[in-house]
């Protein structure tokens, strides 16, 4: 009686067992079925998916529509010195380097003294001024003299004439000489320190060279200093030539420097190039920066966003930036085709404002393109 029950419980529970695995296997058939019936297909060059799938990727669409477009041009270029708050401070003369005041990085105001030049050919210039000043004021008072004696019938006229013509020729050179120390030292040179010339400032700025150091002896070519005022710099940007219609004297750009995108710098449109490099099919752009913060240096790689002003009246087919993706390298975007399809369509871009893109061929106005979900539906034409 034992051994009965016994197996009569045993075949009790390989039934519950053979049930749980029958009801485990028949819900596994249903879930997959149900993922199944959920993926995306593609039929006929277009992309079916359910309902259920729209919603779970949350796709949303938008119509292709017609407007004017203002371009913004993107751009990358390089900071450089406006040349008009820029010097170069030359030595004019050739000495020794007898003292140097100031160094690259100081800010230094216009008639500053940066350094002194000990000049024999000044010296021996200078030297000549003084002998010939003592010469001209003899002569002076000699054909003072002459001219008083010939008044007095003390003196002839002829020997009058002779010293106001001495006096003329020692005037002449006096001024012969004093040029020439104004064109060796360009007014910077100093009467009380004899062959000592002084290189100045000549605008208010930052030294961003210095090619001289104390005891130093230099040639009158030599080129000192450099400095910049680089509270006014400038950007070199190379716009492809499809964009350079667009863009005028005075449009407004967004300068961001690489290194510190965090600090949008605004300037203008200073210049646009009237030549083509026809091999980066580009022209260079000038824009006019104010850097009175000092976020920009001179070499400084940029990026920049030019708002063009300009658009012309025609009106321009326009999706959401948002709707393009690229598919092998094509711009692509994602055509509705019926409630639950959509095409994927090949698109040729024209310019943009930053929201919406120009299309030039691929799409109509009215069209539906998908703008949310664009990732998940490139996805599946690599499934």
Same mark, same amino acid.
């Given at each position: *009686?034992?051994r009965?029950?016994?197996?009569?419980?045993?075949?009790?529970?390989?039934?519950?067992?053979?049930?749980?695995?029958?009801?485990?296997?028949?819900?596994?058939?249903? !879930?997959?079925?149900?993922?199944?019936?959920?993926?995306?297909?593609? @039929?006929?060059?277009?992309?079916?998916?359910?309902?259920?799938?729209?919603?779970?990727?949350?796709l949303?669409?938008?119509?292709?529509?017609?407007?004017?477009?203002?371009p913004?041009?993107?751009?990358?270029?390089?900071?450089?010195?406006d040349?008009?708050?820029?010097?170069?401070?030359?030595?004019?003369?050739r000495? /020794?380097?007898?003292?140097?005041?100031h160094?690259?990085?100081?800010?230094?105001?216009?008639?500053t003294?940066?350094?002194e030049?000990?000049?024999?050919? /000044?010296?021996?210039?200078?030297?000549?001024?003084? *002998?010939?000043?003592?010469?001209?004021?003899?002569a002076?008072?000699d054909?003072?003299?002459?001219?008083?004696?010939?008044?007095?019938? /003390?003196?002839?006229?002829?020997?009058?004439?002779?010293?106001?013509? @001495?006096?003329?020729?020692?005037?002449?050179?006096?001024?012969?000489?004093?040029q020439?120390?104004? &064109?060796?030292?360009?007014?910077?040179?100093? &009467?009380?320190?004899?062959?000592?010339?002084?290189?100045?400032?000549?605008?208010?700025?930052?030294? !961003?060279?210095?090619h001289?150091?104390?005891?130093?002896?230099v040639?009158?070519?030599?080129?000192?200093?450099?400095?910049?005022?680089?509270?006014?710099?400038?950007? @070199?940007?190379?716009?492809?030539?499809?964009?350079?219609?667009?863009?005028?004297?005075?449009?407004?750009?967004?300068v961001?420097?690489?290194a510190?995108?965090?600090?949008?710098i605004?300037?203008?449109?200073?210049?646009? %190039?009237a030549?083509?490099?026809?091999?980066?099919?580009?022209?260079?752009?000038?824009?006019e920066?104010?850097?009175?913060e000092?976020?920009?240096?001179?070499?400084?790689?940029?990026?920049?966003?030019?708002?063009?002003?300009?658009?012309?009246d025609?009106?321009?087919?326009?999706?959401?930036? &948002?709707?393009?993706?690229?598919?092998?390298?094509?711009?692509?975007?994602?055509?509705?085709?019926?409630?639950?399809?959509?095409?994927?369509?090949q698109v040729t871009l %024209?310019?943009?404002? %930053?929201d919406?893109?120009?299309?030039?061929?691929?799409?109509?106005?009215?069209?539906?393109?998908?703008?949310?979900? !664009?990732?998940?539906?490139?996805?599946?034409?690599?499934?």
């Amino acid at each position: *009686m034992s051994r009965r029950i016994k197996w009569i419980g045993a075949l009790s529970l390989g039934a519950v067992l053979i049930f749980a695995i029958a009801m485990v296997a028949a819900s596994e058939k249903e !879930v997959t079925a149900a993922l199944t019936s959920d993926v995306p297909r593609v @039929e006929e060059g277009r992309i079916v998916f359910s309902k259920t799938f729209a919603e779970r990727i949350g796709l949303t669409s938008d119509v292709v529509g017609e407007a004017p477009l203002a371009p913004i041009v993107s751009a990358v270029g390089m900071v450089t010195f406006d040349p008009r708050y820029v010097a170069r401070v030359g030595t004019r003369l050739r000495g /020794l380097i007898r003292d140097v005041r100031h160094y690259e990085g100081e800010v230094v105001e216009k008639g500053t003294i940066l350094a002194e030049i000990d000049s024999p050919e /000044l010296g021996e210039a200078q030297a000549q001024v003084t *002998m010939l000043s003592a010469q001209a004021e003899t002569a002076r008072r000699d054909a003072a003299r002459e001219r008083s004696l010939v008044e007095r019938n /003390l003196s002839t006229i002829r020997e009058a004439e002779e010293a106001a013509t @001495e006096e003329e020729s020692y005037r002449s050179m006096l001024h012969a000489a004093t040029q020439k120390v104004k &064109a060796l030292a360009g007014g910077n040179a100093d &009467a009380r320190a004899l062959g000592v010339h002084y290189l100045i400032a000549p605008l208010t700025g930052t030294i !961003v060279e210095r090619h001289v150091t104390k005891g130093e002896l230099v040639d009158g070519d030599h080129v000192a200093f450099l400095i910049a005022d680089l509270t006014h710099l400038w950007v @070199e940007l190379d716009v492809f030539e499809r964009s350079l219609a667009a863009i005028r004297v005075g449009d407004q750009v967004t300068v961001r420097a690489l290194a510190r995108s965090g600090h949008p710098i605004q300037g203008r449109v200073a210049q646009v %190039g009237a030549v083509i490099d026809p091999a980066t099919r580009s022209a260079a752009v000038r824009i006019e920066v104010d850097n009175t913060e000092g976020h920009l240096r001179p070499g400084q790689a940029v990026d920049a966003k030019i708002q063009a002003a300009h658009a012309d009246d025609v009106k321009s087919t326009l999706v959401p930036a &948002a709707a393009v993706t690229f598919v092998d390298g094509n711009p692509t975007v994602f055509v509705l085709d019926g409630e639950l399809a959509v095409r994927p369509t090949q698109v040729t871009l %024209g310019d943009t404002n %930053g929201d919406m893109k120009q299309v030039l061929s691929g799409v109509q106005v009215g069209d539906r393109v998908v703008v949310r979900g !664009v990732f998940e539906l490139k996805s599946e034409l690599f499934r």
